[in-house]
């Protein structure tokens, strides 16, 4: 269904597209992003090095003032924000001010002048960025903090998981809030476009969204700058709504997810992906899936074509593949009629036709890529109505499709085991009256979860799969909270004793080794949780390979740090802590000769080296000029990953289009070394694959 309205333009949406044109294997011709910043010169540089050590040292000291006062202690992110906005800038030369100074073809004269201006500009604010920490430093010293009941936008941070990080969002207070109120708030998710000079400086500064609404919150988040909220960057939304929920009430129920280019292609995947935790979704622009957005099939496209792994890990994030996910997430879509980018809604609305469902495709006439007023108005008055209803925690039928368990998740069904990844899978589950009546496919193991409110079914429940009756033994008759069955020489069964008091695991969590949520691969997965890297303190095999990581894992820190926004974790294979065992997925440098953790685990993992071979199934390698790459469940840890030789996996030429910002290696890969590192490869690829379920090599 589409709306038109003819209206001219009244508003200039301004938000850089998600694409850029120039590409290369050739790493030095690649576009360097984020790009390179304004010398701000050497007198300001040195005035604001000194402050910023300064307000170091204060946040040092106020660490261990609020030692025991855990509840003001937990704030400190929210000064760290500040101080890190400063630092990172000063560090990594991230002033960024105009693309261009005076008008075009203005005099050298006139440019110089402009230029001076930029940097006073910047120089200024952040000065004003430490002035806003030591403001909080101070207000919590004193046993406060007013910007927790502030209206209006308000930086804030978080300490992720993922990487120790202190990671920013602002968050925008309506002008009704009142703390002492006790019901919950609204909230909307405003994703943004792409914004190569989106530094933590320039992000600070945003004062709202795209829309404002008038009695609920907006979170704003950085996403980790600038990957289209893709693995890190898609943690960082849960990580953030986790945090303000620390201190608001928010209705999970009226929690929507909208944004604009970018940040429009954010709201697909994130709607498709989690269409069970939302009440509405709203993107605007962007791009929905990777081939025809990207034109990667296109004869007239000369470059290299994607790999056949290449083309099941678009399986991860394109939105078109999980369509059928929006069956109970009302979605309301915005495109300018003369956007390129339109061609997002476009290819998502013929894809949930597919399935019966139509997509509500308001388009803003005679417009490019910006929101037209009286569209824009339409596009708000339909997303509050739906808001208004919420969502309805426990649809009684849910469609769901997935093609990986990171993804595995709708409402009361999560599929706990796939029969081979990468192919689809799909349930289908309605409750009727006591009964709950399924039908699925490439799925093995799966549960039933209302744990939210009382179970609909106090007095037991049938259970029907696949046209079998689901016999649940002497559990059968009792208040169903939790189920969990799989499917045994094609029959599916319920271990009765995980039934309806709940369960803490199951065959394929404790039994065997078998892909599970979270350990399920590939090796980009690991870099969505607690990671560290470990870097070898002993000899390499040989002079080539021990060169070859050694350049790899700096390439690998550098670019978390430039894509991600985080400083990595980096240890020697001696000061691995049994915490780091314990909670975090190992990124492995080196070889068995030079690591010494890789050296306890090389006999437990399915890729071999023996001697001066590498080994993979029933092919090998010279270890002289080949390395490998792979992630697998930490034998000495089942519950987390290792990864060797590998960061995460797109590179260089995939930062100037988002679309392209996938996971590029499966499982596993042999690199052979002789060629050198591309803007898309650390080296040439001569094999690669995925595991089994079970983790072993494919046959």
């Known amino acids: 269904m589409r709306t038109f309205f003819k209206i001219v ?21 690649v576009r360097r992003i984020p790009p390179p910043g304004m010398p701000i010169g050497a007198e300001a540089k040195a005035e604001l090095e000194k402050s910023v050590e300064a307000f170091g040292k204060e946040i040092d000291a ?24 400063v630092h990172y800038a000063l560090k990594y030369d991230e002033f960024f001010g105009p693309r261009e100074f005076g008008k075009p073809g203005a005099p050298p004269k006139d440019v110089a002048v402009a230029k001076e201006a930029a940097i006073k500009r910047e120089v200024a604010t952040a000065k004003k960025m430490l002035d806003a920490g030591m403001e909080r430093i101070k207000a919590l010293r004193a046993g406060n903090a007013p910007w927790l009941t502030t209206v209006g936008a308000s930086p804030r941070g978080y300490v992720s998981k993922i990487d120790g990080s202190v990671q920013p969002y602002v968050l925008v207070v309506p002008e009704t809030f009142d703390p002492k109120a006790d019901h919950p708030w609204r909230l909307d998710v405003w994703y943004h476009g792409r914004g190569e000079d989106l530094s933590e400086i320039k992000f ?17 988040p950085y996403g980790r700058y600038c990957n289209a909220n893709k693995f890190a960057g898609e943690v960082d939304t849960f990580e953030a709504l986790d945090n303000i929920k620390k201190h608001y009430k928010i209705d999970n129920n009226r929690i929507s997810v909208r944004g604009f280019s970018m940040g429009g292609a954010s709201t697909w995947q994130i709607a498709t992906h989690f269409p069970g935790m939302w009440a509405a979704a709203n993107p605007g622009a962007g791009f929905a899936e990777t081939p025809e957005f990207t034109h990667a099939f296109d004869p007239k496209n000369t470059g290299p074509k994607p790999t056949d792994f290449e083309v099941k890990l678009w399986h991860i994030y394109d939105s078109t593949y999980y369509a059928e996910n929006l069956f109970n997430l009302p979605t309301v879509a915005y495109s300018g009629e003369k956007d390129g980018q339109k061609q997002a809604a476009d290819i ?10 139509e997509l509500k495709h308001v388009i803003g006439p005679d417009t490019q890529h910006k929101y037209e007023p009286k569209a824009k108005e339409e ?5 509050d109505e739906i808001i208004a209803k919420g969502r309805n925690p426990y649809p009684t039928h849910i469609k769901f499709t997935t093609y990986t368990l990171r993804y595995n998740t709708s409402f009361w069904i999560t599929i706990e085991g796939l029969e081979e990844h990468w192919k689809k899978a799909r349930i289908d589950a309605k409750i009727e009256g006591d009964s709950i ?41 009792q208040p169903l909270n939790q189920l969990y069955v799989e499917k045994v020489d094609k029959k599916w069964t319920c271990p009765g004793a995980q039934f309806a008091k709940g369960f803490v ?44 990581v050694k350049a790899e894992m700096a390439h690998a820190v550098d670019h978390w740090r430039k ?22 997925n190992l990124i492995l440098w080196g070889d068995p000769s030079s690591n010494k953790i890789l050296a306890k685990i090389v006999d437990k993992l399915p890729i071999k080296w023996e001697g001066k071979n590498v080994t993979v199934g029933a092919k090998s390698f010279s270890a002289d000029h080949h390395v490998p790459a792979l992630i697998y469940p930490n034998p000495l840890n089942p519950r987390r990953y290792v990864v060797v030789n590998s960061g995460f996996t797109f590179r260089e030429n995939e930062y100037l289009n988002n679309a392209k910002q996938n996971a590029k290696l499966p499982d596993w890969a042999i690199f052979d070394i002789h060629e050198p590192a591309t803007s898309r490869w650390p080296a040439k690829v001569v094999e690669a694959d995925f595991f089994d379920e079970n983790w072993a090599i494919k046959k």
Request: a negative charge; hydrophobic letters at 45%.
């Open 437 to 477: 009546v399924a039908t699925t496919e490439n799925i093995s193991d799966l549960s039933i979860a209302f744990t939210e409110r009382a179970t609909p079914f106090p007095h037991g429940a049938k259970i029907t799969i696949d046209g079998q009756e689901v016999s649940l033994g002497a559990a059968g008759g």
């Open 204 to 220: 600070l500064q945003t004062q709202k969204g795209e829309f404002v609404l008038k009695d609920g919150f907006v979170l704003l």
């Open 9 to 29: 333009p009244l508003l200039v949406f301004v938000s850089h597209a998600a694409l850029a044109l120039d590409a290369s294997d050739d790493l030095t011709k």
């Open 505 to 548: 695991g199951n065959r394929r969590t404790n039994a065997r080794l078998a892909k599970v949520h979270g350990l399920q691969g590939p090796i980009d997965d690991a870099f969505m949780d607690s990671f560290v890297m470990v870097a070898p303190t002993g000899t390499a095999i040989n002079e080539k390979s021990g060169a070859w």
């Open 563 to 584: 894509t991600y926004r985080g400083e990595a974790r980096v240890v020697n294979d001696d000061q691995v802590s049994d915490e780091m065992f314990a909670n975090s």
């Open 348 to 357: 998502m609305a013929k894809t949930m036709k597919e399935y019966g469902l």
């Open 379 to 383: 596009v708000a008055k339909l997303v």
């Open 62 to 85: 106020l660490k261990g003032e609020l030692k025991d006062k855990k509840n003001l202690l937990e704030l400190l992110p929210d000064v760290q924000i500040y101080f890190n906005a």
